[in-house]
């Protein structure tokens, strides 16, 4: 089972901010929270990852609190690209990864 | 040319085929895995393999089998094929450094069981 909880879905209007929840309360101190994203019926694709500070790359910020047991995923300007399902994961370096059913972001014009 | 390659990319088989499922990949990662996806739905794990001897079965195992061939092939057999393992099928590999893990999925198969 997924060790992640996320809303089923989420509106979020273009060219604003898009902040997806995630909830991981019994995560590990060896566990990474991981992002992806899925367009339509492809491969999912890697966005960012983090242990416990914030990161930041070209994509997205990551957000996890100071326990740990949430994060949010920002997109600082969506566009209608960024409509997605997009995946919240736990896993450490020994554990195999598994996808729950994650939030479809829907980009409204 | 794509990192991750699956083929076929689309199958239409008929209920007890054997059929094969192959993915390649050119990254030199040691870590692949088979998903499916059923529509709607999330990935769910079928089978994973950490190096080239080690198998290990996912969430749903069950009517499939794999076969780590070499460290850029994993394939996937369904022995007996059934309507309900019509489906999308996802094969990925993983960057395992500094202790993180980044995968990096193929194209997909569609499958189709009559």
């Known amino acids: 089972d997924a060790k992640t909880t996320q809303p089923p879905s989420m509106d979020c209007a273009e060219g604003r901010a898009a902040n997806l929840p995630c909830n991981h309360s019994?995560?590990?101190?060896?566990?990474?929270v991981y992002w992806y994203r899925q367009i339509h019926s492809q491969g999912p694709q890697y966005i960012i990852h983090g242990l416990k500070n914030n990161e930041t790359n070209e994509m997205a910020s990551l957000i996890i609190t100071e326990d740990r047991k949430s994060s949010t995923l920002i997109l600082p300007h969506a566009t209608l690209r960024d409509t997605a399902v997009y995946y919240c994961?736990?896993?450490?370096?020994?554990?195999?990864?598994?996808f729950g059913k994650g939030t479809r972001l829907h980009i409204l014009p | 040319d794509a990192d991750v390659t699956q083929t076929p990319r689309n199958r239409i088989t008929k209920t007890g085929k054997r059929i094969m499922l192959e993915c390649s990949q050119t990254?030199?990662?040691?870590?692949m895995y088979w998903y499916r996806q059923d529509p709607g739905l999330g990935l769910r794990l079928i089978y994973y393999?950490?190096?080239?001897?080690?198998?290990n079965k996912g969430e749903i195992s069950d009517g499939y089998s794999v076969s780590r061939q070499a460290q850029a092939k994993f394939s996937l057999s369904l022995e007996s094929a059934i309507p309900n393992q019509t489906a999308l099928y996802f094969c990925?590999?993983?960057?395992f450094g500094r202790g993180q893990e980044t995968q990096y999925f193929g194209p997909g198969t569609r499958l189709l069981v009559l």
């Open positions: 994961i736990v896993t450490n370096r020994d554990d195999k990864i598994i």
């Open positions: 393999s950490f190096d080239v001897k080690d198998i």
């Open positions: 990254k030199g990662h040691d870590r």
């Open positions: 019994t995560i590990s101190g060896n566990e990474y």
């Open positions: 990925a590999t993983s960057d």
